[in-house]
């Protein structure tokens, strides 16, 4: 339980350097570039990962993944791609603490995914982690307020909110994908496939023009000189603003190495809970940083979130056959219960759309 807790909170803290080194980027370089940032991950990836594939033989080799589900990776390249884009978009038209709050409807869509595609079951105890987890998240947006960091545009609220929402959306989707993936085929196909595929679509969009400007060049077409006033311009580029850039790359290439492994070891829905304690990160670092206010309302809103991640992680989920029948789910977080068989032994259920195994682990099965 408590190193599914901790596995969950080096996610946080990589998001939490992915937001500090975009907060310096943004407010000391004025660089709004949120697709060439995210190009420069996807890069990595693809050399990564993609290049094992690629030197991999037999059904593993990049060519074989491609001929057999190609349009699959692709589609999931773009709802990763797009759901970092309608986040930071929504930047400019609510405020944070919208942001904060209509973000957690990530977690009801992983939920209502997993229990539909993935078959997972929960017990009262995991809804009551979410609930107070999310709890957790309403007392540091009332800290926000009351301290008066609750900043954003706020121009068109509406508008902002639904991107949120959709942002959210696509989450949950990408998140329920690779728990499915990881867990069925590999770690190293779905980073290679999202490195390749997330490499092509953000350069196509780095490279294309630019006809809306008030549109589209702040956040999706990086090409715009505008975007480092005072940067660009000069014969040199400073030397923090490069850092900046490995710095961010860094965070983002850990997250996305890392968070299958922590998926694979606890769920899509644990993980999602567990980053809700980022925001929280960069506040205390912010603190020091950029001379936040403190509000004692932030440290109970860390201690509540991780409540519910213990009573969340105290006990393991449940993959069903039938509403009649369950077997344990792959979670080492809690432990293994044998239930006796008093019926007839039903076809087996296990997942195979996406193709064979390519780990060294089994299928998950059901008996």
Same mark, same amino acid.
């Given at each position: 339980m408590l190193i599914s807790v901790a596995l969950g909170q080096v996610l946080s803290l990589l998001i939490c350097g992915i937001g500090l080194t975009s907060k310096y980027l943004s407010e000391d370089f004025h660089a709004k570039t949120p697709?060439?940032?995210?190009? %420069?991950?996807? *890069?990595?990836?693809? %050399?990564?990962?993609?290049?094992?594939? +690629?030197?991999?033989?037999?059904?593993?080799?990049?060519? +074989?993944?491609?001929?057999?589900?190609?349009?699959?990776?692709? *589609?999931?390249?773009? #709802?990763?791609?797009?759901?970092?884009?309608?986040?930071?978009?929504? &930047?400019?038209?609510?405020?944070?603490?919208? *942001?904060?709050?209509?973000?957690?409807?990530? #977690?009801?869509?992983? @939920?209502?995914?997993s229990w539909f595609f993935l078959l997972i079951r929960y017990k009262a105890v995991h809804f009551v982690g979410i609930v107070v987890c999310i709890l957790g998240m309403g007392c540091m947006a009332g800290a926000d307020v009351l301290v008066g960091r609750h900043q954003g545009a706020g121009e068109n609220k509406l508008v902002g909110d639904l991107l949120v929402l959709g942002g +959210?959306?696509?989450?949950?989707?990408?998140?329920?994908? /690779? /728990?499915? *993936?990881?867990?069925?085929?590999?770690?190293? /196909?779905?980073? =290679?496939?999202?490195?390749?595929? =997330? +490499?092509?679509?953000?350069?196509?969009?780095? #490279?294309?023009?630019?006809?809306? $400007?008030?549109?589209?060049?702040?956040?999706?077409?990086?090409?715009?000189?505008?975007?480092? $006033?005072?940067?660009?311009?000069?014969?040199?580029? $400073? %030397?923090?603003? =490069?850092?900046?850039y490995v710095g961010f790359s860094a965070c983002m290439f850990g997250l996305y190495s890392f968070? $299958? #492994?922590? @998926?694979?070891?606890?769920?899509?829905?644990?993980?999602?809970?567990?980053?809700?304690?980022?925001?929280?990160?960069?506040?205390?670092? =912010?603190?020091?940083?950029?001379? &936040?206010k403190f509000s004692g309302l932030y440290l109970l809103s860390f201690f509540t979130i991780l409540i519910g991640l213990v009573l969340y992680s105290s006990t393991s989920t449940y993959i069903a056959q039938d509403p009649r029948v369950y077997k344990q789910f792959r979670n080492p977080s809690g432990p293994v219960v044998d239930l006796p068989t008093t019926a007839q032994v039903e076809p087996s259920v296990t997942y195979t759309s996406l193709g064979q195994e390519t780990e060294e682990e089994p299928h998950v099965r059901v008996a």
């Open positions: 697709v060439f940032q995210g190009f %420069l991950n996807y *890069i990595l990836l693809f %050399l990564v990962y993609t290049t094992t594939l +690629a030197v991999r033989q037999g059904e593993e080799n990049l060519l +074989a993944i491609l001929r057999r589900r190609w349009w699959k990776y692709m *589609i999931l390249g773009l #709802i990763d791609l797009e759901a970092n884009y309608l986040v930071v978009k929504a &930047y400019q038209y609510t405020t944070l603490t919208s *942001i904060q709050l209509l973000d957690c409807f990530v #977690i009801p869509v992983v @939920i209502l995914l +959210a959306t696509l989450y949950g989707i990408s998140n329920v994908w /690779e /728990e499915y *993936i990881i867990r069925t085929l590999s770690r190293v /196909e779905f980073l =290679g496939m999202i490195g390749l595929f =997330g +490499a092509f679509f953000s350069g196509i969009q780095l #490279i294309s023009p630019c006809p809306h $400007p008030a549109l589209l060049c702040t956040a999706v077409t990086d090409s715009c000189t505008s975007h480092f $006033p005072g940067v660009l311009s000069t014969s040199r580029i $400073p %030397l923090g603003f =490069g850092l900046l968070m $299958p #492994i922590v @998926i694979k070891k606890t769920s899509a829905t644990s993980v999602n809970l567990s980053l809700l304690t980022a925001d929280l990160y960069s506040l205390f670092c =912010g603190l020091f940083l950029f001379h &936040y």
